[in-house]
Every structure is written in structure tokens, then in C-alpha cells.
């Protein structure tokens, strides 16, 4: 079955750190670009951050640049997103989602998501 | 950063009914655009890449269509299933990919 699943989100202090991982299955990993999107609760979709299929290329939107670091490895067929220095407008429900070959490509398929809250 | 905006935030439509939800570009995307749907408590699904390609397993009573600045979703007749959030999406230039503030779909 091809499928993403997320996981290590949680309750965090602001200021604090965190780790997303992403565990994929079912399709070859390292043929697609990958990246992380956000809803905050009740709001609309985020762009956070994609990485290439090599880790050549990665980009951060500028919300999170210089606190968060996406990586890949491609031997485990998974996905990471290091999360410094949180912020209580970093709460949302974090996607791990698949691109295509290419990054500036359409995403094709999202996991359920993991659910971080930045709260004192 | 290219702002994306759609029309209408919500839409009430019938069932059997067609909807037309409206996407509008900052700036020219070329077709460089995608179409997601959300349900309540389940991630968005693809429906539409390159503005007007269905992808896989889409029904054909979804299809989109436009250029450069202006996109459209339409749904030929609405089932009950159709009901939910819609964002579009570019992917012409990034960082950042930028997504809609959405559009809600709403029985009539």
C-alpha cells in the first residue's frame, strides 16, 4: 500500500525543540521530491518546507527559515523535519506529503498528518 | 511570493447541481496549478495538476481549466460526497509554494 505516516508531533514548550519524522511505503522513495505542509486548526494549508530526491535541493518557507531543517534519508525511506526554537503559531497538523521527480511539481499524496501544539 | 485567491470562501450548492470555484494567480502561473480536495478530519487529495489534468482515480465530473492568472474548478454534478474544502495550489515558482485561503462546498 502506498502511504506516508507521520509521527512525533506533540505538546512543546515555546522555545523547545522537535522532531517530525515521516516513515513512507509502497512506492520508491528516492524517485520523488518530498516536503512538509501545515494547517494550523481551522485554518488553511501552509507550504513548510521540500527537499529533492538526492537533497541537492531545499527550500523553507520564510516563516520557519533558520528553525527548521528538513532532511531525507532515502537507504530508510524516510523523511524528517527538525523544529527549533517553536513558536506558539508553529501549532498546526503537519503533513508529510510526496512531489513528484522534480521540485515545482504538483503533490500526489499526503499522510494523515501529526498534530504538534506549542504551548506554555 | 505568489498570493493565490478564492472565490467564493464558501459556495452552497444541491446536490446534482454543477459548482464553479474560482482560483486568481498574483501573477501569470502559466498552468502551473493544482486542485485539492478536503474532507473533515482526512488530509487533501490531489483532483487536478497542470490546471486541468485529472489525477488518477478522479471522477470525470471534476475538471479544471484556465491559464496564466485565471483557474477554475468546476464539478459537473455535485454528489453528496463532493462536499468539502477545496484549495488550489502553484507551483510555478517556489519557495514558497503557495496554496488558497480555500473554498467551502456546502449542500444547498
Known amino acids: 500500500e502506498v502511504q506516508l505516516v507521520e509521527s512525533g508531533g506533540g505538546l512543546v514548550q515555546p522555545g523547545r525543540s522537535l522532531r517530525l519524522s515521516c516513515a513512507a511505503s509502497?512506492?520508491?522513495?528516492?524517485?520523488?521530491?518530498m516536503h512538509w505542509v501545515r494547517q494550523a486548526p481551522g485554518k488553511g494549508l501552509e507550504w513548510v518546507s521540500g527537499?529533492?530526491?538526492?537533497?541537492?535541493?531545499?527550500g523553507y518557507a520564510d516563516s520557519v527559515k533558520g528553525r527548521f531543517t528538513i532532511s531525507r534519508d532515502n537507504a530508510k525511506n524516510s523523511l524528517s523535519l527538525q523544529m527549533n526554537s517553536l513558536r506558539a503559531e508553529d501549532t498546526a497538523l503537519y503533513y508529510c506529503?510526496?512531489?513528484?521527480?522534480?521540485?515545482?511539481?504538483?503533490?500526489?499524496?499526503w499522510g494523515q498528518g501529526t498534530l504538534v501544539t506549542v504551548s506554555s | 511570493e505568489i498570493v493565490m485567491t478564492q472565490s467564493p470562501a464558501t459556495l452552497s450548492v444541491s446536490p446534482g447541481e454543477r459548482a464553479t470555484l474560482s482560483c486568481r494567480a498574483s501573477q501569470s502561473i502559466s498552468t502551473n496549478l493544482a486542485w485539492y480536495q478536503q474532507k473533515p478530519g482526512q488530509a487533501p487529495r490531489l483532483l487536478i495538476y497542470?490546471?486541468?489534468t485529472r489525477a488518477t482515480g478522479i471522477p470525470a465530473r471534476f475538471s479544471g481549466s484556465g491559464s496564466r492568472t485565471e483557474f477554475t474548478l468546476t464539478i459537473s454534478s455535485l454528489q453528496s460526497e463532493d462536499f468539502a474544502v477545496y484549495y488550489c495550489?502553484?507551483?510555478?515558482?517556489?519557495?514558497?509554494?503557495?496554496f488558497g485561503q480555500g473554498t467551502k462546498l456546502e449542500i444547498k
Open positions: 497542470n490546471a486541468s
Open positions: 527537499i529533492s530526491w538526492n537533497s541537492d535541493i531545499i
Open positions: 506529503v510526496k512531489g513528484k521527480q522534480w521540485l515545482g511539481n504538483w503533490f500526489d499524496l
Open positions: 495550489q502553484q507551483y510555478n515558482i517556489w519557495p514558497p509554494y503557495t
Open positions: 509502497g512506492f520508491t522513495f528516492d524517485d520523488n521530491a
